[in-house]
């Protein structure tokens, strides 16, 4: 294999190790470095003249760096496998719990010993396995329930999501992924309902009834005397298109008959309560209705 192959199949990023292993000597690459012709990303490892540095480039020679018994994990990982459009400003990456590499900037070393199972080659790179990364990414973003969903509907399925998450019981900060994977299992809007409910106790707001019955529908949750009326959405990778339409039709009766409507998801209500409470409010003063409870 020549060099141009290693270094056009890496993303432009070449170590000093494969650059030996190719052919090129030590001082011919410490030429290289010193002219500028090649640039240093990490100890030992180079950027070729004529790529660009780009989120590729940068976790790619982290990955080189930190070596074959390491795995590029979280977030980084996650952009690895296209659920996130760019690199996190930090790249995680686990090691085995014996070793001891030294520290770097824009590096985070994280010492466990991976089941096998939680490790995957990617385009050449040793990676967190997509349900593993789709995990560990969750419970790191403000927005993690909600990415999680996207992932659900087009990158992991659910039993292998369960596995990791299994798999990685008793790790530091794993509750938190416990506590996303009862949410997401759960098919029914109910456990949302049961979100917004304790978010409106919480807010001491009143007069509202759960399952209104409306038409031939029921709303979720509704202020009948402020015809103001709340629809709740669960996780989307459980929705299929019947139940979405049906539910596009309920709203749209809704309108039609003069109800303000508000649709909340999980996602919300987990990630951001005090906006769904402000939303509400102002719907409801807008009804010319108090709505506040004592």
Known sequence: MSIDHVVARQNGVISLAQALENG???????????EGTWRR????????????????AEVRAVSLWAGERATVSGPAAAFWHDMLPRLPDVVDVTVPAGAKPRPQPGVRVRRRDLHWQDRV???????????????ETAVTLPDGSAFLDR??????????????YCRGIGRSGWSRAGELITASADRAESAAER???KVLREARIDGWALGHPF????????????????????WAWHVDVERFRADRRKGNAITRA????????????????AAVVAEILETLQSRKIGGTGT
């Open 24 to 34: 090129v000597s030590a001082r011919t690459v410490q030429r290289h470095a010193s």
């Open 41 to 56: 990303l990490r100890p030992a490892v180079y950027l070729v003249g004529g790529h660009r540095h780009d989120d590729a």
């Open 121 to 135: 080659k990617l385009h050449g790179m040793w990676v967190s396995d997509a349900p593993l990364a789709a995990l």
């Open 151 to 164: 992932a659900l509907q087009k990158h992991v399925r659910f039993p292998a999501l369960y596995r990791a």
């Open 195 to 197: 979100l917004l409910v």
């Open 215 to 234: 038409e031939r529908y029921t709303i979720d949750l509704a202020f009948p005397a402020a015809r103001v009326a709340i629809e709740v959405d669960g």
């Open 258 to 273: 003069g109800w303000d409507l508000l649709r909340f998801t999980w996602h919300e209500l987990d990630g951001d309560p």
